[in-house]
């Protein structure tokens, strides 16, 4: 019985001394990181009225955590950051005038399948640039998504980007049903080229049902759109080509363009997302450690119309990915070790005091100790050097 009260529940864990340290240190690194970019950071609660998600599009049942409160209204634990955010920009900053950038280091809470960088508690730090729907708005974003995961201390990844807008004008073109435009999406989602192949065989105009079963294999370079551009007559998807080359032209200037590739079935949410999309990925995980993109209508549902781009980066998944580098080591160690004889306490505690105050990380014995003491308690204690008064 008492074994099973000393467990945590599915999907959650412990952070240990070392870790904790190392996470800490991470996630100030990409906070600096932000605001020298321009961005400010903001905070929301934990959880909020489950109707504001759902309004948003953000409550799906399947993945969201809520509960009852005491006036019978449910709320809901955040599952992302950008509707809680939304919501603030809306309420709150009504009469900031200008775009607005704002950043967060936060936990948020979903139902995931329980297996390696999929929790049910996770913590994510991101930004979202609101009133700013030109193309220098993306590219900024991408940029600094690049920036920020090197600040957390990665350097091996790749930005693989797509556009909406590209698959909603083949979508078009292709005059499906709902039902076969679901299908479609999941297919994309799962990456099933046998599927969408075969289901591609209802669209009656050649050109296009072949660029539709080619879709899982459209990836490349900008090389690759500005051709794909010569093929297509939907103005969507050219209009699409051409933001996405405008993009990258202002990723070449901030110096990101070798970290980004384009991949045209890139979906995250297909309703949500309403133009450029990317996502991360690490070659030490087999899922995405960072992803965003812009997403002009949700303000629109909160009665405040504006465009809107941002990402979020997975914390633990970066740790994760670091780890498996062999660059997250995640145990502490101090600078220093003050012991001291018999009688010597508060001139030891002037010494580490001094110690302290001229930057050094210190531990304290405390009670006396023999040199040979100290210097085992030193090793103990994961210290660097000793510091013996006598």
Same mark, same amino acid.
């Given at each position: 019985?008492?074994?099973? $009260?000393?467990?945590?529940?599915?999907?959650?864990?412990?952070?240990?001394?070392? =870790? +904790?340290?190392?996470?800490?240190?991470?996630?100030?690194?990409?906070?600096?990181? @932000?605001?020298?970019?321009?961005?400010?950071?903001?905070?929301?609660?934990? !959880?909020?009225?489950?109707?504001? !998600? =759902?309004?948003?599009?953000?409550?799906? +049942?399947?993945?969201?955590?809520?509960?009852?409160?005491?006036?019978?209204?449910?709320? /809901?634990?955040?599952?992302?950051?950008?509707?809680?955010?939304?919501?603030?920009?809306?309420?709150?900053?009504?009469?900031?005038?200008?775009?607005?950038?704002?950043?967060?280091?936060?936990?948020?809470?979903?139902?995931?399948?329980? *297996?390696?960088?999929?929790?049910?508690?996770?913590?994510?730090?991101?930004?979202?640039? %609101?009133?700013?729907?030109?193309?220098?708005?993306?590219? #900024?974003?991408?940029?600094?998504?690049?920036?920020?995961?090197?600040?957390?201390?990665?350097?091996?990844?790749?930005?693989?980007?797509?556009?909406?807008? %590209?698959?909603?004008?083949?979508?078009?073109?292709?005059? $499906?049903?709902?039902? *076969?435009?679901?299908?479609?999406?999941?297919?994309?989602?799962?990456?099933?080229?046998?599927?969408?192949?075969?289901?591609?065989?209802?669209?009656?105009?050649?050109?296009?049902?072949?660029?539709? *079963?080619?879709?899982?294999?459209? *990836?490349?370079?900008?090389?690759?759109?500005?051709?794909?551009?010569?093929?297509?007559?939907?103005?969507?998807?050219?209009?699409?080509?051409?933001?996405?080359?405008?993009?990258?032209?202002?990723? #070449?200037? &901030?110096?990101?363009?070798? &970290?980004?590739?384009?991949?045209?079935?890139?979906?995250?949410? !297909?309703? &949500?997302?309403?133009?450029?999309?990317?996502? +991360?990925?690490?070659?030490?995980?087999?899922?995405?450690?960072?992803?965003?993109?812009?997403?002009?209508?949700?303000?629109?549902? !909160?009665?405040?119309?504006?465009?809107?781009?941002?990402?979020? /980066?997975?914390?633990?998944?970066?740790?994760?990915?670091?780890?498996?580098?062999?660059? @997250?080591?995640?145990?502490?160690?101090?600078? /220093?070790?003050?012991?001291?004889?018999?009688?010597?306490?508060?001139?030891?505690?002037?010494?580490? /005091?001094?110690?302290?105050?001229?930057?050094?990380?210190?531990?304290? +014995?405390?009670?006396?100790?023999?040199?040979?003491?100290?210097?085992?308690?030193?090793?103990?204690?994961?210290?660097?050097?000793?510091?013996?008064?006598?």
């Amino acid at each position: 019985m008492t074994t099973n $009260l000393l467990q945590i529940p599915n999907g959650t864990k412990d952070i240990l001394p070392g =870790e +904790a340290r190392m996470k800490r240190e991470m996630e100030a690194r990409i906070a600096d990181n @932000f605001v020298a970019w321009g961005y400010d950071e903001a905070m929301t609660p934990t !959880f909020e009225y489950a109707d504001t !998600f =759902e309004l948003s599009g953000a409550g799906a +049942a399947s993945e969201s955590i809520k509960f009852l409160g005491r006036d019978n209204r449910t709320f /809901m634990m955040r599952s992302e950051m950008t509707t809680p955010l939304a919501r603030m920009v809306v309420t709150r900053m009504r009469n900031d005038k200008g775009s607005k950038r704002l950043f967060y280091i936060a936990n948020v809470f979903r139902h995931e399948e329980n *297996q390696a960088g999929r929790s049910n508690e996770f913590c994510q730090a991101g930004v979202e640039h %609101f009133g700013d729907g030109s193309p220098e708005a993306d590219a #900024e974003v991408l940029a600094l998504a690049v920036s920020s995961v090197k600040a957390a201390g990665l350097d091996h990844f790749v930005i693989s980007v797509g556009h909406s807008g %590209f698959l909603a004008g083949l979508i078009d073109d292709a005059e $499906l049903s709902q039902a *076969q435009r679901e299908r479609m999406k999941q297919m994309i989602l799962t990456h099933n080229s046998v599927a969408l192949e075969k289901a591609a065989e209802v669209i009656s105009y050649e050109p296009l049902r072949k660029v539709v *079963q080619q879709l899982l294999y459209l *990836q490349g370079g900008p090389e690759m759109l500005r051709n794909l551009k010569k093929r297509m007559t939907n103005p969507k998807c050219i209009d699409a080509l051409d933001n996405l080359l405008a993009i990258y032209d202002m990723c #070449e200037s &901030y110096d990101v363009a070798d &970290y980004i590739t384009f991949d045209l079935s890139l979906i995250r949410n !297909f309703d &949500y997302y309403t133009g450029m999309v990317f996502e +991360a990925y690490s070659p030490q995980i087999g899922f995405n450690i960072c992803g965003g993109g812009r997403y002009d209508h949700m303000m629109e549902k !909160f009665g405040n119309p504006m465009p809107a781009t941002g990402f979020a /980066m997975g914390i633990d998944r970066i740790i994760l990915s670091m780890r498996r580098e062999g660059a @997250f080591k995640g145990r502490s160690s101090w600078d /220093m070790f003050v012991a001291w004889e018999k009688g010597k306490e508060k001139a030891a505690i002037r010494k580490a /005091m001094e110690l302290r105050h001229s930057g050094k990380t210190v531990r304290t +014995a405390t009670s006396p100790m023999t040199p040979e003491q100290a210097a085992r308690a030193c090793g103990d204690n994961h210290c660097e050097a000793l510091v013996y008064v006598r």
